[in-house]
């Protein structure tokens, strides 16, 4: 995959369109991404007559070729035949995994149609029909429409030949579905259809549904790997947050930085001195807070498809900074409250060892397998190692390996916390971490092996 045109039709409304902000992004900038995003690396830009692109920083700096032409011109840059064309309707969004996926399910049809069930949207939809001489037919639906076994509503991607000559069709001002049609129709390599998920894209028209195409690309936010807490408990607050902070044009990183840090930062400040008992309870809210702004970065992130390695690590280690100055303030709190059981400060300073060894060893693995992000770690516990290397320890250790993620951590501190066990919270961190480095210390080298034998040397 390597070339795309993205197409805004020739009138107002469409020049509007294209510069209407939702999600953080303008629509024109969040069609570049998106098709960058699913391999395309010189793409054509058509535009209404005598309309300006405005792109970010962020946009421009794609390792993209980029050119914006008006209908009527011809483009500079020409398809090849051998090449495989992604052309996306300007007012159609999708999610990115929806065009990465319909990419790597090309046939090699002239002309490769994606379509589903339409959303549900108060819009028309275009009715795409596949006829018995492998051409296709467009036409508009009413609202709500049905589509048959062999028929859907368009979701705006198609992927042609480049020796369709699409540079022609910006030239001609002829319509896209016109054009797609009258190539498609006697091809030698028929048009075909392929089918899409109706939840990975919108069409939009206005400001309603722009909010829909947003809704849609936050109900995507959630990784895989999040925990059960982070799913079902943060996800409720951290999503409603995001979608305020990224109208504002805020980064991820200032996130990360405001919120974040230092929410985490004053959690440690209260937990100094947990009495009396209001402090105690607003640490643990603001821990837990931090968890659920936590995911406001990455939600904002993946939503404006400016994630990066470089944000992934500074999530981690600002994330880590907040974890070692709470469990440095546990001492300060335990000492303060029990100054009569050296012990337990003992165990505690033992905890950060081990929390220190654990992360030392956490970092080597996220730099030998490039990623930022520690709970890779966690992926790597279940994926990198074959179940016959497995004994009952490793078994009984990846099953709670979710006790490790920072949502589950944050919210057992949070109840402890509003139930007023200073005690209750210390012994479940100090035996937390030293559960944790174990974990690590019994995992690494099996993972690592693991890692090389999947990626190769």
Known sequence: MSGGLLLFAETAEAAALSRRRFGGLRTIERGIRTMARAGVTRLVVVLPDDHEPKLGKLTRRLDMKLEFVSWGQTPKTIFVDSERVLLLLGDHIHHHSSLSTFVEHDTGAAVLAQVAQAPEQELAFIQVQLSMEGGLSFTETDTDP?????????????????????????????????????????????????????????????????????????????????????????????????????????????????????????????????????????????WQMAAVLDRCDGEIARVKLCESKFGAWFDTITDNIAYLATYVAFLFGVQHLHPDKPWALYFGISAIGAMIVALGIMYNYALKTGNGSLQNYLVGFRAHVPAHEKNGIYRVLERYAFIAKRDFFAFVHFLCCVLGSFELLYAYTVAGLHLIVFAVLLSQRKMLAGQRLATGP
């Open 146 to 286: 049905e589509p048959t076994a062999n028929e859907g509503v368009s979701t705006g991607a198609f992927l042609c030949a480049g020796a369709l000559g699409l540079h022609e069709l910006v030239g001609s001002r002829q319509s896209p579905l016109d054009f797609l049609a009258a190539e498609s129709a006697g091809g030698t390599t028929p048009a075909t259809l392929r089918g899409g998920d109706v939840n990975l894209w919108r069409r939009i028209a206005d400001k309603r549904s722009a909010r829909q195409a947003r809704a849609m690309l936050f109900g995507q936010v959630t990784k895989k790997t999040s925990g059960p807490v982070s799913r079902h408990i943060n996800a409720r607050m951290s999503i409603p947050i995001s979608k305020v902070l990224i109208e504002t044009g805020i980064s991820p990183h200032m996130v990360t930085v405001l919120f974040v840090l230092t929410t985490g930062l004053t959690t440690a400040w209260l937990m100094a001195r947990p009495e009396p008992y209001w402090r105690l309870a607003l640490a643990g809210v603001f």
